[in-house]
């Protein structure tokens, strides 16, 4: 039984005293003081930083619809009267930004990219935790510690094996080294989850006379799904708003362009014009925010589910 109530010798403003009765052949009442001051101060932090988080996305979405004067004038402020479509429209229809085919070559890497990092990861992955010699936590630990590099020290090596095999500038070449990026990740979570998983499915599908392959893909992989919806969510925002690996390794002479080097290619020449940066800039960011609030129960739900299951 829970009872809330406040000390007597402090004010309630100050200490938060939750009381809680716990009998164990005679019960003793177990009292945990939570003070005020300390929750107050984590929300008070949270706020900020959502305040921090939000200016900028609200600019950008207010601007979208502003004259550049209006704009100068009051940045800050939107008023019914300044709302125009015609910038917006007048992005979607840039000669210099071709947002369908960026959404549509950027959706292609992102499903190509998911695709093979999972069809690779979760046997690898299945290998490791069903494993139990030395070298099976030291092939771990080896594609762990691709979480340690960042993907821009890699590039240059990998520009030049990718031009040695004349993959450079082509849309295998990048899936190619997308996939190598988003595999330690994978790998990693994808261990940890299998490890939750019982030994028993395993042994059934055994029992049933059903191979090591073919238990993975039949009884493990279905169960995995929660965790394969955290890697899909992670992994197609991460590809969505990577810039510097599409912009070295396609390069603007490809004419392959994402959604990131369409917006570079297209405000490069206009830094000051703000009626074309911010309506293009809304264009590209829009379609990832909005996957991201439907899915995002799926990251904290994988998460979890490998953390407390078996």
């Not at 305040?51 to 207010?62: D, H």
């Not at 771990?140 to 450079?168: A, D, E, H, K, N």
């Not at 590809?239 to 994402?258: A, C, F, K, V, Y």
């Not at 800039?281 to 799926?298: D, K, N």
Request: hydrophobic residues 55%; charged residues 15%.
């Amino acid at each position: 039984m829970s009872i809330l109530e406040a000390t007597p010798s402090k004010p309630v403003d100050d200490v938060l005293e939750v009381s809680r009765e716990r009998r164990v052949g005679g019960a003793k009442t177990t009292r945990i003081r939570v003070p005020l001051a300390p929750r107050i101060l984590k929300w008070l932090f949270i706020a900020v930083l959502a305040v921090i988080m939000l200016v900028p996305m609200y600019i950008m979405v207010i601007s979208a619809f502003k004259s550049q004067a209006d704009i100068f004038a009051n940045p800050l402020g939107f008023s019914p009267g300044s709302f125009s479509l015609t910038y917006l429209v007048k992005a979607a229809t840039s000669k210099d930004f071709n947002v369908l085919g960026a959404y549509g070559i950027t959706v292609l890497f992102v499903l190509l990219v998911n695709f093979f990092c999972i069809v690779i990861a979760s046997p690898a992955a299945y290998v490791i935790a069903r494993g139990k010699r030395k070298w099976h936590l030291a092939l771990l630990l080896f594609f762990v510690s691709g979480l340690f590099i960042p993907g821009q020290v890699t590039l240059i090596p990998v520009v030049y094996v990718l031009r040695v095999l004349g993959l450079i500038g082509t849309i295998p070449g990048f899936v190619l080294f997308e996939t190598a990026l988003t595999l330690p990740i994978t790998i990693f979570l994808f261990t940890a989850y299998i490890r939750s998983l019982p030994r028993e499915i395993d042994e059934a599908a055994e029992l049933d006379g059903a191979g090591k392959i073919r238990a993975f893909w039949s009884c493990i992989f279905p169960m995995m799904k929660p965790v394969v919806g955290t890697i899909l969510v992670l992994n197609s925002v991460s590809i969505w708003n990577d810039w510097i690996n599409p912009q070295i390794i396609l390069g603007p002479s490809s004419g392959i362009h994402t959604v990131t080097t369409g917006v570079f290619a297209a405000v490069g020449q206009y830094q000051t014009d703000y009626t074309t940066v911010f309506p293009t800039l809304l264009l590209a960011v829009a379609p990832v925010m909005i996957f991201f609030v439907i899915m995002q129960r799926h990251i904290i739900g994988g998460l979890v589910a490998g953390a407390t299951k078996g």
